[in-house]
């Protein structure tokens, strides 16, 4: 890619991860060739925007060849940096912990999970598919020996508000932060889920469809 | 509000709750006026953006004066149509269901939730948060007697594949979508969240990141 990843706009970088999947999905049904019309249906967006987002990284395929669906997808994996998976953490093993660890497919979203840390003893020494569940105590040791970069937070505000000043000391400089603990430290990469926006983004979606039926 | 709901881009809509987040954050902290520039700082967009955006809904406050946090709030509110929570429920009390349930604040973000439902003969009976865990055999009768409109889909994707049609029938037009599974239907509402999409973007945040150093 001929441009750095900090100059693109958020807004364009949010909507590469729903470029990458789908392309997978496309990929998937044996689709060979896509065109920036067809995206535009998939994503609903309009052929204009999805020319102008690639051409953010230098520009994809030639003005009316399309492009070579497996081509975009191993470029857009190579700018979200997928390919080279980083060694990541979680801390909390409970419901959030349990429902994120058991169900999000991280190894292909760019991290490799190791394990996961929690303080509760009846938790403790189990397996959340497949990855072990280990005790807070052995998070220093753990970190010395195999030097994770990234942690998923899934634990309440306050913990998260603890447990930041360690886990940055040990080299952690990625968090995926489902805490809503405001993490503001110097030289990380955050990104924050807030998944009330998503029930918010509903509620304006459903005021819409109302507004339109009562037309 | 003096635009059509539905005629208002996605990317302005995806940043609605972001305002609406920021504004009450900025009401706890006793803040009674704030500007474009101050919403732009914390948001990380640019002033005029933010003054575009509040613009698709009919412009508030007067150039030079800024806005009334609390008013601003308050339209914003509106505009998500949050201050009539709509009747929910939810599908799955698996890990997912719990930490979904027993985390995100629904009767805040548009929704009021009224009951969970699920299979699992362990569960039924029981609590998450004060709401009922009820067996799906009574779906359909709940349906009948309290109306929901709208239903948190926290089920594996052929579990939402077989009951979409039935929740459909019975009435519910919002789904938000934590399945994967590719709602089709028209005239519904749907917001699908997909967790590994904020796992990529933290991945090219990442490498944003060490790019950076590298220089």
């Not at 520009?59 to 191993?74: C, I, M, N, R, T």
């Not at 970190?143 to 634990?155: D, K, R, T, W």
Request: net charge negative.
């Amino acid at each position: 890619m001929n441009t750095k990843r900090s100059e693109v706009s958020a807004a364009v970088v949010r909507r590469l991860p729903r470029y990458y999947r789908c392309l997978v999905h496309l990929e998937q049904q044996g689709v060979v060739k896509t065109s920036s019309k067809e995206l535009a249906r998939i994503m609903d967006l309009t052929a204009s925007q999805i020319r102008q987002d690639l051409n953010c990284f230098g520009g994809f395929g030639q003005q009316g060849y399309g492009y070579s669906v497996a081509a975009l997808k191993s470029e857009i994996a190579d700018i979200l940096s997928l390919t080279s998976p980083r060694k990541m953490i979680q801390l909390g093993a409970g419901n959030l912990g349990k429902a994120i660890a058991g169900s999000v497919d991280f190894s292909s979203s760019g991290f490799e999970l190791l394990a996961i840390f929690d303080t509760n003893e009846w938790i403790v020494g189990s397996e959340i598919k497949d990855f072990p569940v280990l005790s807070l105590d052995v998070l220093k040791d753990f970190c010395h020996e195999h030097h994770p970069v990234a942690a998923s937070l899934c634990v309440p505000i306050e913990g998260a508000k603890v447990l930041l000043p360690l886990l940055v000391e040990l080299g952690i400089r990625s968090f995926l932060n489902f805490s809503h603990y405001d993490i503001d430290y110097d030289n990380v990469a955050v990104e924050n889920v807030y998944i009330a926006d998503s029930v918010m983004t509903l509620s304006y979606k459903t005021a819409a469809l109302e507004e339109e039926e009562s037309l």
